[in-house]
């Protein structure tokens, strides 16, 4: 069974850092595609993700503040979120898909992100 763990959210001040982590275990497949998606008071929104060869996508709201990068050795993700913004405040969930021949799409079970002074 594929479970993927995050981590890494809380209260940060505007202005202020944090890292949020994905760890992804029980796949039988290699991970193809590996994302984070937030939820505030809007519909669920792409915020990076970041494919097998290590190209990146952002948001247009998060490009210059947020890096997405990965770990493949230990199937892990990581959202490097910079120069937060009240409006960053949101549930962020982790979102991966398998590699083919693998066809399985998994979510995490989201981490609270509040940027509150």
């Known amino acids: 069974q594929v479970q993927l763990v995050e981590s890494g959210g809380g209260l940060v001040q505007p202005g202020g850092s944090m890292t949020l982590s994905c760890a992804v275990s029980?796949?039988?497949?290699?991970?193809?595609?590996m994302s984070w998606y937030r939820q505030g008071r809007k519909q669920r929104e792409l915020v990076a993700l970041i494919?097998?060869?290590?190209?990146?996508e952002y948001a247009d709201s998060v490009k210059g503040r947020f890096s997405i990068s990965r770990d493949t050795a230990k199937n892990t993700v990581y959202l490097q979120m910079n120069l937060l913004k009240p409006e960053d405040t949101a549930v962020y969930f982790c979102?991966?898909?398998?590699?083919?021949?693998?066809?399985?799409?998994?979510w995490g079970q989201g981490t609270q992100v509040t940027v509150s002074s």
């Open positions: 979102n991966v898909d398998e590699a083919w021949p693998g066809s399985g799409d998994y």
């Open positions: 029980g796949s039988s497949f290699s991970i193809d595609t």
């Open positions: 494919n097998s060869f290590d190209s990146t």
